[in-house]
């Protein structure tokens, strides 16, 4: 790679660990080089689970501090891209109000049933076209309300995470609008805020910023982060700063605009969201009966989606064997899965009882058991259980998602870190019937990193961007191999679905 190649510098913060990346364009191809990386999660404390936003800006320095001494002048911009829901509040003279939330507090458990009871579930879904989840963040203002937290009081501004950084960065505050959409209280349709719904839950308006688009140039690194960087001059450009918006965008698809999509996308981590992309959003009828979410994407397009529990499962089991003195590598848990009967016993992987219990395996193997099947006795058997339900429900999905766009889908890319996996890949193939695409494992920051090319200019379009990723990064393929075997399943899973 040329030393004179343009870098862009991409802080993806995901729910358990941070990095700073470091995207060298030639004029052809992209290279990535990490930079940095942190620890990431959420901190319990006096019964609460917050984020620690002062250490997480700590690492970004740290990250931007790195990157400045290795790339000096050639440093072009900056984005940042993190998890969506979560936010931060400011107060008089910008003064940040405590640490945010993690949406996994518990303090929205049940909210959904108090929330309905104020404005009807069919009204906030008309409004928001947004999937219901209590840790939403329009759930999370409401609990908030109902605990007269006095942070409402006094809050001037609301602030999403990334926005949080981008304003630490610039000193600008903006609220960025695919993440803006993950909030339940934004309006696909007309991309602006729904006050009248907030109004009604008897929340503040007056905290809402302006939103701004992906690829919005906020400005230069501010005088004080500029030298602790080495990195003046620097631009701070607005990505999809909703990591899967940044995931979507590095998606290695033709883009046909216009036309009926005839692929779709999961973003494979902790969490699955499997979708399409629309020019428009969907709210009909079928997609509130579904529970499916219309979030901003990149270049005004929408993302049609569901969450999925994701490798989230296979985590927590890996988590608790840790704690019982017995540490596995993720790759070592994947071979024991891989040696296991197929198809024995299966998991609704949205279960209630599977989204957040002290022990996982237990959790797994008590679902079995309650529902009549074998009860998997080995690492390996519970985590074939966990990546063969994940792969019959994502078959589940994309039935849904082509009922939704009006035909088929011939292929399913899968980006993220889920992408390595060649056992769920496989399995994803043989339960869909479908040509499977793997890869880039990288694509949120590869997303974020291409969106600031194409604000500068230095790419000609979203399109040309994704075939520039095409080209810079490897995808591997996957085709059917036992797709009856997966049919009959299929069968037993439906009705393990349809019981609840």
């Known amino acids: 790679m040329s030393d004179t190649s343009q870098v862009f510098l991409a802080a993806d913060l995901g729910a358990s660990s941070g990095r700073v990346l470091a995207g060298l364009f030639d004029g052809a191809k992209l290279t990535l080089e990490e930079v940095y990386r942190f620890e990431n999660g959420g901190v319990p404390a006096a019964g609460r689970m917050q984020w620690d936003l002062l250490n997480q800006w700590q690492h970004v320095l740290r990250g931007l501090r790195a990157a400045g001494k290795v790339y000096g002048d050639r440093v072009a911009s900056i984005g940042v891209d993190t998890w969506g829901v979560d936010f931060g509040l400011l107060g008089r003279n910008d003064e940040l109000l405590g640490n945010p939330f993690h949406y996994r507090d518990r303090r929205t458990a049940g909210i959904l049933d108090k929330a309905f009871a104020i404005v009807p579930r069919e009204e906030i879904f008309a409004a928001t076209g947004l999937q219901f989840m209590e840790f939403n963040s329009l759930y999370q203002l409401l609990a908030m309300k109902l605990a007269d937290s006095p ?123 499997m979708g399409v992309e629309t020019p428009e ?105 966990a990546l063969e339900s994940l792969a019959l429900r994502y078959r589940m999905v994309l039935g849904y998602l082509e009922e939704l766009v009006g035909g088929r889908i011939e292929t399913i890319h899968i980006v993220g870190g889920g992408a390595q996996n060649r056992l769920l890949c496989q399995m994803t193939a043989d339960a869909c019937n479908r040509r499977v695409v793997a890869g880039p494992v990288e694509a949120t920051a590869i997303g974020n990193l291409m969106m600031q090319a194409v604000a500068l200019g230095t790419v000609g379009s979203i399109a040309q961007a994704r075939e520039i990723v095409r080209t810079s990064f490897a995808a591997q393929e996957f085709r059917p191999k036992q797709p009856q075997a997966w049919n009959d399943a299929y069968g037993r899973f439906e009705k393990l679905v349809e019981r609840g």
């Open 151 to 273: 942070l409402l009081d006094v809050a001037q501004s609301l602030l999403m995470i990334p926005d949080l950084f981008h304003w630490l960065l610039t000193g600008v505050k903006a609220n960025e609008f695919t993440d803006a959409t993950t909030t339940q209280f934004l309006n696909p349709k007309t991309g602006g805020w729904t006050t009248d719904l907030l109004t009604k839950f008897g929340l503040p308006t007056h905290i809402l910023g302006e939103i701004a688009s992906p690829g919005t140039r906020l400005g230069k690194l501010q005088t004080s982060v500029a030298e602790e960087t080495e990195l003046a001059g620097v631009e701070v450009i607005l990505p999809g700063t909703h990591d899967t918006a940044s995931a979507v965008m590095a998606v290695p698809a033709a883009s046909q605009p216009g036309q009926r999509p005839d692929w779709c996308y999961i973003s494979s981590g902790t969490w699955s969201l």
């Open 281 to 385: 959003p969907i709210i009909t009828d079928r997609v509130y009966q579904l529970n499916f979410t219309n979030e901003g994407g990149v270049g005004g397009t929408t993302r049609v989606l569901k969450n999925i529990a994701g490798l989230w499962l296979v985590q927590e089991c890996r988590r608790i064997w840790k704690l019982q003195g017995r540490e596995f590598a993720f790759d070592e848990l994947i071979q024991r899965a891989g040696e296991a009967l197929p198809l024995t016993s299966l998991v609704n992987p949205d279960d209630p009882s599977l989204v957040a219990p002290k022990d996982m395996t237990a959790a797994i193997r008590d679902y079995c058991t309650k529902t009549g099947q074998i009860a998997p006795a080995t690492e390996g058997a519970i985590v074939r259980t």
